[in-house]
């Protein structure tokens, strides 16, 4: 059987490998925070005693959370894609000119905790060191005001080469979104000077 430790707290690498069994790697998660995958076998003398481990642990300040292996703990995706009606090459997308407006929807996954980054994916249609997008946004749980959270960026500048891919950053309008938040994305382009084909909003977050 595999157990998963969650180790917090003021660590080095080399002070938690110490204490862990031979062939067993911490893995680096975050700013103090790493987890190993122990097998923990029927000898005993094969698997560090919990208690030494946790008391050992608790002279360093550190706190411990054995989780499910299979759980998560990295970076997690999700891709959102609707209303796609158009076409750039291979990809399915939605084209919006310059100078038009277009709304977008989405939901915040139920085991969000910790925002990564939250961007809008397209393909540039012209090159150009300037130009700017006006992003608003409502969102909100179910049982709530649909504009219980409403925030806007007027002007980002968009610098953008013809037929790339770009990630344009929109979390400027989403700074309080929980988990099973509802959200709804204004993009106007009056400040454009050629058109997005747009091919949806990625999120990146952890659950931890």
């Given at each position: 059987?595999?157990?998963r430790?969650?180790?917090h707290?003021?660590?080095?690498v080399?002070?938690l490998?110490s ?11 975050g700013?103090n925070k790493?987890?190993?995958?122990i ?5 005993p ?7 030494d481990?946790?008391e050992?642990?608790?002279?360093l ?9 299979t759980?998560?703990?990295?970076p997690i995706?999700?891709?959102y894609?609707?209303d796609?009606?158009d ?5 399915k ?11 977008f ?7 969000f905790?910790?925002?990564?980054k939250?961007?809008?994916?397209g393909?540039?249609?012209?090159t ?10 409502d ?8 504009n219980t ?12 080469v013809?037929?790339e ?14 988990a099973?938040?509802?959200c ?5 382009q009056n ?12 999120l ?5």
């Amino acid at each position: 059987m595999i157990r998963r430790y969650l180790w917090h707290g003021n660590f080095t690498v080399a002070d938690l490998t110490s204490q862990l069994p031979a062939g067993v790697t911490p893995t680096l998660l975050g700013t103090n925070k790493v987890y190993t995958d122990i097998e923990l076998l029927p000898d005993p003398v094969s698997t560090p005693a919990q208690e030494d481990l946790d008391e050992y642990l608790a002279t360093l300040g550190w706190s411990l959370e054995a989780v499910d292996p299979t759980t998560p703990l990295g970076p997690i995706e999700a891709f959102y894609t609707t209303d796609l009606i158009d076409e750039k090459g291979d990809f399915k997308t939605r084209n919006v000119a310059a100078g038009a407006i277009w709304n977008f929807s989405f939901r915040i996954p139920s085991d969000f905790v910790t925002l990564g980054k939250l961007v809008l994916v397209g393909i540039a249609n012209n090159t150009t060191s300037n130009g700017t997008i006006d992003f608003s946004s409502d969102y909100g749980k179910i049982g709530e005001a649909y504009n219980t959270h409403s925030e806007s960026n007027v002007g980002l500048s968009v610098p953008r080469v013809a037929d790339e891919l770009i990630e344009i950053d929109i979390s400027s309008v989403f700074s309080s979104i929980e988990a099973g938040d509802e959200c709804g994305l204004e993009i106007d382009q009056n400040g454009m000077t050629g058109g997005m084909d747009y091919l949806g909003v990625l999120l990146e977050y952890s659950n931890t």
